[in-house]
T-cell receptor, first 115, second 108 residues
Framework: DGGITQSPKYLFRKEGQNVTLSCEQN?????MYWYRQDPGQGLRLIYY???????QKGDIAEGYSVSREKKESFPLTVTSAQKNPTAFYLC??????????????FGSGTRLTVV | AQRVTQPEKLLSVFKGAPVELKCNYS??????LFWYVQYSRQRLQLLLR??SRESIKGFTADLNKGETSFHLKKPFAQEEDSAMYYC??????????FGTGTRLQVFP
């Protein structure tokens, strides 16, 4: 199923809790990305990483954190500081660091709901 | 600001009608442009890239640098084309910029 796996598919969080969304790829892609998808707002970039042990903030990084300890893995933590975390989260990867040239491969997404 | 604009949130057509989903971009360099599609309950997937100049599922898109547009077209829409479509712009950059998406509804 596609080479990039996100888990879990659905996640429920209580207010004040941190949660971590998993993203794993076996495509040997250098770059990985986290997007948030909200109705009417398209895809907004949270964080991205072009190489192991390095990552950059995207447009809406506040309240989120990431790590890139392995090439295959790019977990996203939604912290209690994120004011409106209920959303659909998409992970993507790109074959090279210049993902803008070759495009992305997407995971199937995680729907996070704060209860 | 570097952005991608998809002016229509929703486009509704009848089966067999022509379809054009609009996309305009702003970029000072040589853009790489993409159309992604998200069918119901499926992951976002690449539909086509302008550099490939190919037709996928009957869809084509031509880059018009003068109008900074990359509109997606299909001469005869099918019900299975109903989906969310995103235009995205890259270039010699490390990430894609996505539009806000257009939902295409094709009625029987």
């Amino acid at each position: 199923d596609g080479g990039i796996t996100q888990s879990p598919k659905y996640l429920f969080r209580k207010e004040g809790q941190n949660v971590t969304l998993s993203c794993e790829q076996n495509l040997n892609h250098d770059a990985m990305y986290w997007y948030r998808q909200d109705p009417g707002q398209g895809l907004r970039l949270i964080y991205y990483s072009q190489i192991v042990n390095d990552f950059q903030k995207g447009d809406i990084a506040e309240g989120y954190s990431v790590s890139r300890e392995k090439k295959e893995s790019f977990p996203l933590t939604v912290t209690s500081a994120q004011k409106n975390p209920t959303a659909f989260y998409l992970c993507a990867s790109s074959i090279t660091r210049t993902g803008g040239i070759y495009g992305y491969t997407f995971g199937s997404g995680t729907r996070l709901t704060v209860v | 600001a570097q952005r991608v604009t998809q002016p229509e949130k929703l486009l509704s057509v009848f089966k067999g009608a022509p379809v054009e989903l609009k996309c305009n971009y702003s970029y000072s360099g040589s853009p790489e442009l993409f159309w992604y599609v998200q069918y119901s309950r499926q992951r976002l997937q690449l539909l086509l890239r302008h550099i490939s100049r190919e037709s996928i599922k009957g869809f084509t898109a031509d880059l018009n640098k003068g109008e900074t547009s990359f509109h997606l077209k299909k001469p005869f829409a099918q019900e299975e084309d109903s989906a969310m479509y995103y235009c995205a712009r890259g270039g010699n950059t490390d990430k894609l910029i996505f539009g806000t998406g257009t939902r295409l509804q094709v009625f029987p």
